[in-house]
Every structure is written in C-alpha cells, then in structure tokens.
Nanobody, 125 residues
Framework: QVQLVESGGGLVQAGGSLRLSCAYS????????MGWFRQAPGKERDLIAA????????YYTDSVRGRFTISKDNAKTTVYLQMNSLKPEDTAVYYC??????????????????WGQGTQVTVSS
C-alpha cells in the first residue's frame, strides 16, 4: 500500500504556471507507477501524466504534452507535476495515484488503486 497527499493547487491566470506535489509513503517493497489525474465538474477522471518508479519512463496525454512535466524525487518521496502555459480548460481537481505495475505496453493506464485527496486547480481567462 501507499499513502498519497497532494498539494500546490490554487488560482492562476491563463498562461501562468503551477507546480503540484504528491508526497507518498510506501508500505511495501513494491515499485509503483505514479500518475496524475484530473477531473472537471461533470466529467470523468482522466489520466494526464504518469511515471515509472525509476523515473526513466513517462507518459503524457495529448492535451498536456509539451506544457506539463511529471517528475519524481525518491529521496524526498515526492512526485511533481509542473504545469506551464495553463489554460482555462485545465481547471479541475488534480489527483495523484499509484499503480502496481504489470509490465504492459500500456503500463501508464493502470489500474490505479491508491489515490490522494485531490487539489483544486483553477485557471482564469
């Protein structure tokens, strides 16, 4: 198991930047895939970025590729999501999640079994 706590959300103007953090605490020796999801009101929770435990493999959905960067620091037990060039459509609750990897070609899809509480990101026009 792993515990996840997100932070860093807030209000920002379009074109601005935010950095989200996800502090994690692993309870087993398993190497988890870490992902960032977001959910806007009335919409499904969607995967936007993921990273392998080693940090050497990453995934981005098309809508954020080139603007967002996922990274991790195992020494600080933290996963980050740097968000640049923010748009109003990026407004959502952002969640950090952990997945027990299986080695699939679509490793980034999960399933993700462990979730943080979420942090609100609001981008004004």
């Amino acid at each position: 198991q792993v515990q996840l706590v997100e932070s860093g959300g807030g209000l920002v103007q379009a074109g601005g930047s935010l950095r989200l953090s996800c502090a994690y605490s692993r309870r087993t020796s398993s190497a988890y895939t870490m992902g960032w999801f977001r959910q806007a009101p009335g919409k499904e929770r969607d995967l936007i970025a993921a990273i392998t435990w080693s940090g050497r493999n990453t995934y981005y959905t098309d809508s954020v590729r080139g603007r967002f960067t996922i990274s991790k620091d195992n020494a600080k037990t933290t996963v980050y999501l740097q968000m640049n060039s923010l748009k109003p459509e990026d407004t959502a609750v952002y969640y950090c999640a952990a997945d027990f990897p299986t080695g699939s070609n679509t490793w980034y899809l999960g399933p993700y079994d462990y979730w943080g509480q979420g942090t609100q990101v609001t981008v004004s026009s």
